[in-house]
């Protein structure tokens, strides 16, 4: 990897915002899935979450390999799994819906560590996720029609939060927050994809890079690597 390439990694690093994510629920056009990762990645999310309408899509064959790259996504069996752990990290959870409680999206303080439900293209978000979330969350239209795309609503709702952390200097730091364990299989996997393949086919770990992204590793590494 050239040393331009490890330091832009580096500076997307430490921008990233694990404290900021989406939840799809039973989304299942992959364009939107596609375009939903990409604005992550855009916003500065390290990773998404999902429960999947059927077993294929889980395998997000069909999103946009850029963004794939860069923004994991982890899947859970029901929503109520994927609610209770992001709760667990503090997180306060939003779903998107019209409600009589709900309030305008912009009224949120976004820089507290923030979960946004994003429902299905077909019936939005279900009521066993409604249950579990703390506010519900609009996006105010004054035309005939009342909903938007839901790659468009995370568009707008994410570009909110990013402006809010920004003022907060959220995205201004030093270091990375993720884990160093984190921080290295990143720029291992996205600075040398071929043999971070081949490390992985064989279950080998990754070894150490220098200050400009180059492998460091001993003689018997490479030798296995080379194996057939």
Same mark, same amino acid.
């Given at each position: 990897?050239?040393?331009? #390439?490890?330091? #832009?990694?580096?500076?997307?690093?430490?921008?990233?915002?694990?404290?900021? %994510?989406?939840?799809?629920?039973?989304?299942?056009?992959?364009?939107?899935?596609?375009?939903?990762? =990409?604005?992550?990645?855009?916003? $500065?999310?390290?990773?998404?979450?999902?429960?999947?309408? /059927?077993?294929?899509? #889980?395998?997000?064959?069909?999103?946009?390999?850029?963004? =794939?790259?860069?923004?994991?996504?982890? !899947?859970? /069996?029901?929503?109520? /799994?994927?609610? #209770?752990?992001?709760?667990?990290?503090?997180?306060?959870?939003?779903? !998107?819906?019209?409600?009589?409680?709900?309030?305008?999206?912009?009224?949120?303080? @976004?820089?507290?560590? %923030?979960?946004?439900?994003?429902?299905?293209?077909?019936?939005?978000?279900?009521?066993?996720?409604? $249950?579990?979330?703390?506010?519900?969350?609009?996006?105010?239209?004054? $035309?005939?029609?009342?909903?938007?795309?839901?790659?468009?609503?995370?568009?707008?709702?994410?570009?909110?939060?990013?402006?809010? =952390?920004?003022?907060?200097?959220? @995205?201004?730091?030093? !270091?990375?927050?993720?884990?160093?364990?984190?921080?290295? =299989?990143?720029?291992?996997?996205?600075?040398?994809?071929?043999?971070?393949?081949?490390?992985?086919?064989?279950?080998?770990?990754?070894?150490?890079?220098?200050?400009?992204?180059?492998?460091?590793?001993?003689?018997?590494?490479?030798?296995?690597?080379?194996?057939?």
């Amino acid at each position: 990897m050239n040393l331009e #390439r490890y330091n #832009r990694i580096q500076e997307v690093l430490k921008a990233r915002q694990p404290d900021l %994510t989406l939840l799809l629920e039973q989304v299942h056009k992959p364009n939107n899935v596609s375009a939903v990762i =990409r604005t992550a990645d855009a916003a $500065g999310v390290h990773k998404v979450h999902a429960v999947w309408p /059927d077993e294929k899509m #889980r395998t997000l064959s069909h999103t946009s390999a850029g963004a =794939r790259n860069w923004v994991e996504v982890e !899947t859970h /069996d029901t929503v109520a /799994d994927a609610v #209770r752990e992001l709760k667990s990290q503090g997180m306060q959870v939003l779903a !998107t819906n019209l409600s009589d409680n709900a309030v305008d999206f912009r009224e949120i303080d @976004y820089t507290k560590p %923030t979960a946004i439900i994003l429902g299905g293209e077909k019936n939005g978000i279900t009521q066993d996720a409604l $249950g579990e979330a703390d506010q519900d969350i609009i996006i105010p239209m004054v $035309g005939m029609v009342q909903s938007l795309n839901v790659s468009v609503a995370s568009a707008l709702i994410l570009f909110e939060a990013q402006r809010q =952390r920004q003022l907060a200097g959220m @995205y201004d730091r030093d !270091t990375s927050v993720l884990p160093e364990e984190t921080i290295h =299989r990143i720029l291992f996997e996205r600075g040398h994809p071929v043999l971070a393949k081949v490390a992985k086919k064989k279950n080998m770990p990754y070894p150490p890079l220098d200050d400009e992204g180059q492998i460091v590793a001993d003689e018997s590494w490479w030798k296995e690597m080379q194996k057939n």
